[in-house]
């Protein structure tokens, strides 16, 4: 009933940039918190930013300064620029969403499928 997908990922060297995108479709009535998170190969996921709807951040201390969370409410996507990319930022990054269905009395977690992102020289 609710997809998010993701794109934006890839292969970029240290101290370079990426945008990763992701944009919720389907049954939707509202969305409330939008948020970045990333899990590196046999490590736990991480919460990397938040975003609520009244536009309120939350970012790890691992990247803040470097990343900037943001959204466009009217295409329902959620935007995350990463700046100043470090080796140890190699994951795949998931977006997640907070989202009252159509007819559903709560909101729901969402996830989308994950995108790779590859810090390397």
């Known amino acids: 009933q609710v997809q998010l997908v993701e794109s934006g990922g890839g292969l970029v060297q240290p101290g370079g940039s990426l945008t990763l995108s992701c944009t919720a479709s389907g049954n939707i009535f509202r969305i409330n918190t939008m948020s970045w998170y990333r899990q590196a190969p046999g490590k736990q996921r991480e919460l990397v930013a938040a975003?609520?709807?009244?536009?309120?951040?939350d970012y790890a201390d691992s990247v803040k300064g470097r990343f900037t969370i943001s959204r466009d409410n009217a295409k329902n996507t959620v935007y995350l620029r990463m700046n100043s990319l470090k080796l140890e930022d190699t994951a795949v990054y998931y977006c997640?969403?907070?989202?009252?269905?159509?007819?559903?009395?709560?909101?729901?977690?969402?996830w989308g499928q994950g995108t790779q992102v590859t810090v390397s020289s």
């Open positions: 975003l609520t709807s009244g536009g309120t951040a």
């Open positions: 997640n969403a907070d989202i009252l269905i159509v007819s559903d009395y709560a909101e729901r977690s969402f």
